[in-house]
């Protein structure tokens, strides 16, 4: 059977009616969160190892997040998936009118600045008008995303290095002075606040590196975790060759192993 969006729409209907599914029935939007934040990040993994049919599946698990939480809302009488629908349309449209309008760019960043400056003048928008950029942060972003967004917005409004060098040997200067905690670490005090304080400031500095690099750091550091996490399975199963476990192997041993997983095509 051939089901299409509207189809989709009348069975989460169903699934929510009196004598639908009870655990469907017992959601609100809080207890669904966890769900949309699991289901996009299955689909970023999926994208990221390029795998088709999965992205497809994992978007149709994010799609199912948006009729959802759209479904409870209904029935809350505050909107429809219909009202989404129509609130994004319209906001596409608005932003693009030198797709859909008279206007006109040369390139991308023209689109953007564009976009921004018709965002500001947005009815929802000019209600924080004067408040401060770091209100517009949300704090429901994971701490990566979150140092990102803070960076964005604090540089959009000029706050930022012209160029990624200054940025660098802003991040080799955090660098040096997380060194220089760790050397006043002793056996009395460890130094665990300062310690964090000053990582804390490497990490931040890394994500303005990053930006200032044109990519972004969450995705580069996705990408470290997949390849290390590859690379140990690949270890892990070179050490069962050898009919040891991999406790057994000890570090000369293990990063033995963990070249010849480097260099593994």
Known sequence: MKYSFDDLIKIMERLRAKD??????????????????????EFIDAAQE??????????????LQVVFHSQ??????DFTIDDVVQGICEKMVRRHPHVFGEAHVDNAAGVT????????SEKNNLKTAGCSIMDKVSKS???????QDIIRRVAKVG???GAPEPVFDKAQEEFSEFRAEMQAVTP??????????????????LVNVARHCGFNANIALQRANSKFEKRFREVERLTKEQGKQIGE?????????????????
């Open 20 to 41: 639908g599914c009870p655990w469907d029935r017992e959601q609100d939007t809080r207890s669904l969160l966890p769900y949309l934040v699991e289901e996009s990040s």
């Open 50 to 63: 390029g795998d088709k049919a999965h992205m497809c599946e994992e978007l149709g698990d994010v799609l």
């Open 72 to 77: 409870v809302c209904k029935e809350q009488g």
């Open 113 to 120: 600045r564009q976009w921004e400056k018709i965002k500001a």
């Open 141 to 147: 972003m994971p701490t990566l995303a979150r140092a």
């Open 159 to 161: 706050f930022d290095w």
């Open 188 to 205: 009395e005090n460890r130094n665990i606040d300062r310690l964090e304080d000053e990582f804390g400031d490497i990490m931040f500095s």
């Open 249 to 265: 192997v000890g570090l000369e041993g293990l990063q033995e192993l963990w070249k010849q997983a480097k260099n593994a095509k």
